[in-house]
């Protein structure tokens, strides 16, 4: 107070800062609350309370259909719901018979597949714009395990009957395995697991199999036979034949691929031309896809100009099965891979939807209701669902308004199956592989990632990078585990490589910032003040505490305290004979390290004590309350530190450290402004 008063302030300018509170005098101060830990026994009996408002808030949550159904309004959302469910509806049904044929099993899986699921997100999805089914990448990553089966037949004609039930069963088998393991997922909470996979590993993933996806469509655009691939660089060899056997295309799939290219292409130019004007978009895959049937039947395409077409439609339901999990043990590994992919896929599209139309995503819901899809439409003999790009794509183009979307589209694979589905036989696969291409401009789009991450963090483009390539060489699965830990490799450099800066003082603030970029930031004599910007664990701690060392050494001498001319002999032979005070103090700004680990904390107890002896005091500021916790836990303070020396902020532990110097220094002005 009396340096307070010294400064001629009036009373209205004086500053709120007047004395240098420890971090044990701002508890009292600000009459801190323990916060009591529960119990594994008491979380139990807290989690399993139960009341009336509790119970309705858990059946709103559990299904979701009793909180937005009974507000649905016909009016507002009808028109947009039944355009974009007839539309995706009969996408649905080549889309699911073409990836049930990248799974390598018979197409009706396909139509199966394309049903079920979305009965059961309609009553627990919580995204309006998702349209669940099959999805191309996982369909792919699942004919990867099942094309192992049909490697181990011996190829006799008679046993093909059997190696396809075999392929049945085991893309069955890694659905419900999937489905189990994302409901525990969800009883664990686990919805937080695609965290792990960052923006750049996701993008460049899916970039790369928006790539495998569109690769897979040039044999049914060009009626070039190509061979599918297992292994290394699949795509590549798809591509290859595809090149190789150019003069056996075909010129009538060609011809439809190029008119209903142009076609779907300018019709959505006149979409995004003309989308303030019309009411809900034009839906020209709908109109794409009748176009193409008629014209395939009338001109007779599959007869006279051998053009590819969807093929029979067997009628009638699956009845529900529970498969036995024979192979589980061995099926457990894709099985995972297929989980988390097909969520992280989903999670991310449903966040960019919700964000983008401004309604919440239940992340964990979503792994119900996911888990329930595969897990229960596995014993309808489906294989592993999630959100498809393209479809998704289309149902946001047309207007889809909510989750009631999903029932038309249901409702209409229903009546295919029963009643119609002969009549889309004649459809052309020319004309679904060229509406699951353009619907994938989207995917394609990120290459404009290259030019951003550049500019903002070329670290982060070499991961996107590296996922591209690891997903294009190897198969989905192990392309994606491979993104996965090079991305975390990246972590733990960006960690590992963190840097101390040495901070200073600007004049007229309690503002203290690095000195190699602030020119007016000056350091206090006898004082060095430390920043480490990231959590300290095993990998950098001893980086970390050797550059925290040397920077003391080095203001040791550079920056000693100034001891005042007036200083005599006499009060220096008399102050020896009490406790000599420090010749240098230690400040180290904690406020960036989020954890500091066993290994590193005792490393830290080391320096502290190491520099005590060399009469260099160690003060600690702006500690988040996990490390004073671990710093209390671990005995630091009691063992090493013999008073107070843990400060609410760097200002505080500065004014606290000058009283430890030899000799008063000139007052550091406390008029500052808050930074």
């Not at 420890?22 to 323990?34: I, M, P, S």
């Not at 130019?269 to 009748?290: C, D, S």
């Not at 009469?615 to 090493?640: K, M, N, T, W």
Request: net charge neutral.
């Amino acid at each position: 107070m009396d340096s307070v008063e010294r400064s001629g302030l009036p009373h209205h300018r004086q500053p709120y800062l007047t004395v240098a509170l420890d971090n044990a005098q701002l508890d009292v101060l600000g009459k801190r609350v323990e916060k009591k830990s529960l119990s594994v026994l008491e979380r139990v009996k807290t989690q399993c309370c139960c009341s009336g408002p509790r119970l309705k808030s858990f059946l709103l949550g559990f299904f979701p259909i009793l909180s937005w159904l009974p507000r649905y309004s016909i009016r507002e959302n009808a028109l947009g719901d039944l355009l974009s469910g007839v539309s995706v509806g009969i996408i649905q049904l080549p889309q699911g018979m073409a990836n049930a044929m990248l799974v390598g099993i018979p197409p009706v899986f396909g139509l199966y597949t394309s049903f079920y699921p979305l009965i059961i997100y309609f009553l627990f999805g919580t995204s309006r714009h998702l349209s669940i089914g099959t999805f191309a990448v996982l369909a792919i990553m699942i004919g990867s395990v099942t094309a192992n089966v049909e490697l181990l037949s011996n190829g006799d004609e008679e046993s093909q009957i059997d190696v396809e039930a075999a392929k049945v069963n085991v893309a069955v088998q890694i659905s419900i395995l999937c489905g189990l393991i994302q409901l525990l997922l969800y009883l664990l909470h686990g919805d937080g697991v695609c965290r792990w996979l960052s923006d750049p590993v996701i993008r460049g993933y899916t970039t790369a199999a928006g790539l495998h996806v569109a690769i897979l469509q040039l044999p049914l655009m060009t009626g070039i036979p190509a061979q599918r691939y297992t292994g290394l660089l699949p795509s590549a060899r798809v591509l290859r034949d595809v090149l190789l056997g150019v003069t056996s295309a075909v010129p009538g799939a060609l011809s439809v691929s190029a008119a209903a290219m142009v076609i779907l292409i300018t019709g959505k130019m006149l979409n995004e031309r003309f989308k303030n004007k019309l009411p809900v978009a034009i839906p020209w895959e709908l109109i794409l896809i009748v176009l193409g049937t008629i014209l395939s039947v009338q001109m007779d395409l599959a007869g006279q100009h051998r053009v590819q077409v969807v093929g029979h439609i067997p009628s009638g339901m699956s009845s529900p099965v529970l498969p036995s999990l024979s192979q589980a043990g061995e099926l457990f590994i894709p099985a995972l891979s297929v989980a988390l992919v097909g969520f992280s896929f989903h999670s991310a599209l449903g966040s960019v939807f919700a964000d983008k139309h401004g309604y919440r995503v239940d992340l964990r819901q979503e792994l119900l209701a996911l888990g329930l899809c595969n897990t229960i439409g596995g014993m309808f003999q489906c294989f592993s669902v999630s959100c498809s790009f393209s479809r998704s794509m289309v149902q946001d183009s047309i207007g889809v308004k909510s989750q009631m979307a999903g029932l038309v589209s249901a409702l209409m694979i229903l009546t295919i199956l029963l009643k119609i589905g002969h009549l889309f036989e004649q459809l052309p696969k020319a004309v679904l592989a060229v509406i699951i291409v353009v619907n994938l401009q989207g995917i394609f789009a990120q290459f404009k990632d290259v030019c951003v991450l550049w500019k903002s963090d070329r670290l982060d483009l070499l991961v996107w990078v590296a996922s591209l390539i690891s997903t294009l060489i190897f198969n989905l699965d192990l392309g994606l585990a491979v993104a996965v830990v090079f991305s975390l490799c990246t972590l733990l450099y960006r960690t590992k490589h963190s840097s101390t800066v040495v901070l200073g003082r600007i004049p007229g603030t309690d503002c203290y910032k690095d000195v190699g970029l602030y020119t007016e930031a000056k350091q206090v004599p006898g004082l060095t003040v430390i920043s480490c910007s990231s959590p300290i664990y095993f990998a950098n701690s001893e980086l970390v505490f050797t550059e925290i060392r040397q920077t003391v050494s080095r203001g040791q001498r550079e920056n000693p305290a100034r001891i005042h001319p007036t200083t005599s002999s006499s009060s220096s032979s008399s102050s020896s004979a009490q406790t000599s005070p420090h010749t240098h103090c230690l400040v180290l700004d904690f406020s960036s390290v989020g954890f500091i680990d066993s290994v590193a904390m005792t490393a830290l107890c080391k320096v502290i004590g190491d520099l005590e002896v060399q009469d260099v005091r160690v003060f600690l500021a702006a500690c988040p309350e996990r490390v004073l916790s671990q710093l209390h836990s671990q005995g630091c303070i009691v063992d090493s530190i013999l008073s107070p020396c843990l400060f609410p902020s760097v200002h505080h532990a500065v004014q606290r450290s000058l009283g430890t110097l030899p000799t008063p220094l000139e007052e550091i002005n406390p008029d500052a402004s808050e930074c």
